[in-house]
């Protein structure tokens, strides 16, 4: 089986911009979750998608969206970037709740 | 929420030598996950252990899910093994929640 893609791989924008990140799930899998990592807070939640719907919400602020289609390919939008948005953005793909969770490579987003 | 806690931050090793690295976290849970930061970034699986003990090859984890830890052993370090490790539980909301990692340097 294909694992989890994402695209694009690397990213540059500057502030203001808004982006669009793509996230593939293995195959069968219908959770997608997306996860923000920075060197100061480290990995952190910011939603889960099951089934086009999003069942959790992280502590992140409304900038922050995503949706899911009906393939569970996942997307994650970005709008009004900052600086301290920069970061390796990860997805995860699993069956459902409470299954082991796969990574794909990420997306690392600078935003200058 | 679930605090996640692991140890030691940092680790430098000769290669060849053996090395465990601790995991605690706060309340009960459902699902734990270890994971080897490559240095791409990406997250490669290394178990599902909710409880009890599994082995692949020279890496093997113990999760005592009653008294709230879980250790990952490595033996016979090499090059390869250095990255980051973490250590990730399942939070009431279904989320991952990671600790802040183990950095480890193996050096030949």
């Known amino acids: 089986k294909a694992g989890v893609t994402q695209t694009p791989r690397y990213l540059i924008k500057t502030r203001g911009q808004q982006v669009t990140l793509s996230c593939s799930p293995i195959s069968g899998h219908r959770s997608v979750s997306w996860y923000q990592q920075t060197p100061g807070q480290g990995l952190q939640f910011l939603f889960e998608?099951?089934?086009?719907?999003?069942?959790n919400k992280g502590n992140f602020p409304g900038r922050f969206s995503g949706r899911q289609f009906s393939n569970s390919r996942s997307e994650m939008n970005v709008s009004t970037l900052e600086l301290g948005d920069s970061a390796l953005y990860l997805c995860a793909s699993s069956l459902g709740t409470n299954n082991e969770q796969f990574f794909g490579p990420g997306t690392r987003l600078t935003v200058l | 929420g679930i605090q996640v806690e692991q140890s030691p931050p940092d680790l430098i090793l000769q290669e060849g030598a053996n090395s465990t690295l601790r995991c605690n976290f706060s309340?009960?849970?459902?699902?734990l996950q270890w994971f080897h930061q490559n240095p791409w970034g990406q997250l490669i699986n290394l178990f599902y252990?909710?409880?009890g003990t599994k082995q692949n090859g020279r890496l093997s984890a113990t999760t005592v899910a009653t008294e709230r830890y879980s250790l990952l052993y490595i033996s016979s370090s090499q090059t390869t093994d250095s990255g980051v490790y973490f250590c990730?539980?399942?939070?009431?909301?279904?989320?991952?929640?990671f600790g802040k990692g183990t950095k480890l340097s193996v050096k030949p």
């Open positions: 998608y099951f089934s086009e719907t999003q069942r």
């Open positions: 252990i909710p409880s």
């Open positions: 990730a539980v399942v939070g009431s909301q279904g989320n991952l929640i």
């Open positions: 309340d009960s849970v459902n699902n």
